[in-house]
């Protein structure tokens, strides 16, 4: 999830919209605006359907936003690293630059979660009782009810709920799920690996993403199924969370084995040192020719009395043309040392392949005092990663 919509920083943490979040807030607000709120107040218009549909959207939106919110303080807090929160089409992310230093970290910042998401539904439903006063509720008609309340009021007499599903949704004990992450800081507090924790809380997000699959399949074929019913939508749908789940799961048990893996070993290890090297003024004619085209090498660092300037590579070929400007230099075309992401020989592997993934580039100049010691390049340790016969 690297592209999206940047919303901005609330207290340091970089808030990001993929662009996917748009199809889940037009499902919504269409969902809402066309069958649920009709049927709910019958007498309103199409257009204040709309509005309140599209404010409700939002609002959730903002529930989520305070969801991972709540993660990242309480991360922090407790030593873990959140630059960013990302809002897509399954809710949102926090993402973490490191793992939790111990299960009390980890059990309080996946805990804290489901609580916000509690807190908001039940402020949300007493809200909505204020303000819709003393209405008389009977059981056997709830559409009588329904009816009488205000828009504001049936914002929050849906928002509350829903939150509070979310919250329960969240408590599975399924990883990456927040109940998963508390059945791993449990785990991890009793065992005392984290390696083995994150094994069995992803063994039952797999389970669990499987059983999504398994139901969404069954309500393909018609089967009505408890809480969910029967249907294309709704089976499709948890299918395709039931596929995000599992792979999920799967994926940070990956991730959690070669960041081990890579715990202490230093990036000067992994490196590529034999590199060409050019001079600032070197024509790119001579570097497409002489080197681009007669080598393996596709990334070229620019350097001028031992001082690295820069990197030139494929995709900066393409600023000016070559064939029309003779006496184009690298000096034009590179991009420049200041907008680049450096690494020390001394910094972990585990955290440079983290930036590699970050910055979605494939390769890290390695520098000290200027002078540039060699390229980490993410083939290299992903070559490193396969010789590992512990990672089969």
């Known amino acids: 999830m690297t592209g999206g919509v940047r919303l901005g920083r609330i207290a340091g943490i970089e808030v990001v919209a993929d662009w996917s979040l748009l199809i889940i807030f ?35 939106f903002l529930s989520v936003l305070l969801h991972e919110l ?19 089409i399954f809710g949102g992310m926090a993402h973490m630059e490191n793992e939790p230093p111990d299960w009390k970290a980890e059990f309080f910042m996946a805990a804290v979660g489901p609580v916000t998401s509690c807190v908001i539904g039940l402020a949300c439903l007493w809200l909505a009782a204020a303000l819709a006063g003393p209405l008389e509720f009977d059981p056997a008609d709830p559409a009588a009810f329904l009816a009488t309340l205000s828009p504001v009021a049936t914002l929050l007499f849906w928002l509350g709920p829903v939150n509070i599903l979310l919250a329960v949704f969240n408590l599975v004990p399924g990883f990456p799920l927040d109940g998963g992450r508390v059945l791993r800081a449990l785990l991890w507090g009793v065992t005392g690996s984290l390696r083995l924790a994150t094994r069995w809380a992803s063994a039952a997000g797999q389970a669990f993403g499987w059983l999504l699959i398994g139901t969404g399949v069954a309500m393909l074929l018609g089967f009505s199924v408890p809480l969910f019913g029967s249907g294309l939508v709704g089976g499709l749908w948890l299918m395709l969370i039931g596929w995000f789940l599992q792979n999920a799961a799967t994926g940070s048990y990956r991730q959690l084995l070669v960041s081990k893996a890579l715990e202490n070993i230093p990036v000067s290890q992994l490196m590529q040192t034999q590199l060409t090297r050019v001079p600032p003024d070197f024509p790119v004619q001579r570097l497409l020719h002489e080197h681009l085209m007669a080598s393996g090498q596709r990334v070229f660092p620019v350097e001028a009395d031992g001082n690295f300037l820069g990197m030139v590579c494929l995709s900066d070929l393409g600023k000016m043309s070559t064939e029309t400007d003779p006496a184009l230099t690298v000096a034009r075309i590179m991009t420049p040392r200041e907008q680049l992401s450096c ?21 890290l100049p390695v520098v000290e005092r200027d002078r540039l010691l060699g390229l980490l390049r993410r083939e290299e340790v992903l070559k490193w990663l396969a010789l590992r016969g512990d990672l089969a």
């Open 26 to 60: 037009t499902l919504i607000s269409s969902l809402l605006a066309v069958g649920v709120f009709p049927t709910w107040h019958p007498d309103w218009p199409a257009r204040l359907c709309w509005a309140v549909a599209i404010a409700a959207a939002t609002l959730f």
């Open 70 to 88: 709540s993660h990242a303080v309480v991360g922090r807090m407790n030593g873990i690293q959140v630059p960013r929160i990302t809002l897509f």
């Open 343 to 363: 690494v020390g020989p001394g910094a972990h592997a585990a955290d440079a392949l983290a930036t590699l993934a970050r910055r979605n580039v494939n390769q």
